[in-house]
């Protein structure tokens, strides 16, 4: 009798690690999937729909610069940035890791840029961003980082 609650109980335990393991999949698959929109969206430089993809307290940086604080304030730079025009930007997520309602992925960028003046210039590198789930469990940007290569 107590081996067969001892195997009920594993039988319970395994199901629950797959049913985890299964929504971190599908959480996975998910945040890959918004950054590819992200990248997109930023190719299309639509300030209102990207500032959508961060929580309202959220922070952007580029290393060495000044943080960027909230989602008016992402949107305002955006915004003042319209007259670059995005050529083509690429994002990457090489690396996602999900711990329930928090992500964190390392990825690489690539973009093509050109100036209000016309000067075309390109940019790399690699960033971090910290994402949440929200309460309507949809992931939202929490903090990123833009680290350029040199």
Partial sequence: MRLRSLANGLAVAAIAVCINAAAASSDVSEIAGRTQRYSDLLAK????????????????????????????????????????????????????????????????????????????FSAHGKYKADWVKDKDGVWRIKAMVAMPAD
């Avoid at 729909?49 to 000044?66: E, I, K, N």
């Avoid at 930007?89 to 016309?118: C, F, L």
């Fill in 45 to 120: 430089m639509d300030a209102e729909a990207l500032a959508a993809f961060y929580v309202a307290d959220a922070q952007v940086s580029v290393t060495g610069g000044q943080a960027i604080k909230g989602r008016e304030a992402i949107k305002a730079h955006l915004q003042a940035n319209m007259g670059y025009q995005v050529l083509s930007d690429v994002m990457t997520a090489d690396s996602i890791a999900v711990n329930g309602a928090a992500a964190a992925v390392d990825g690489t960028y690539t973009q093509q840029m050109r100036t209000p003046k016309g000067k075309e």
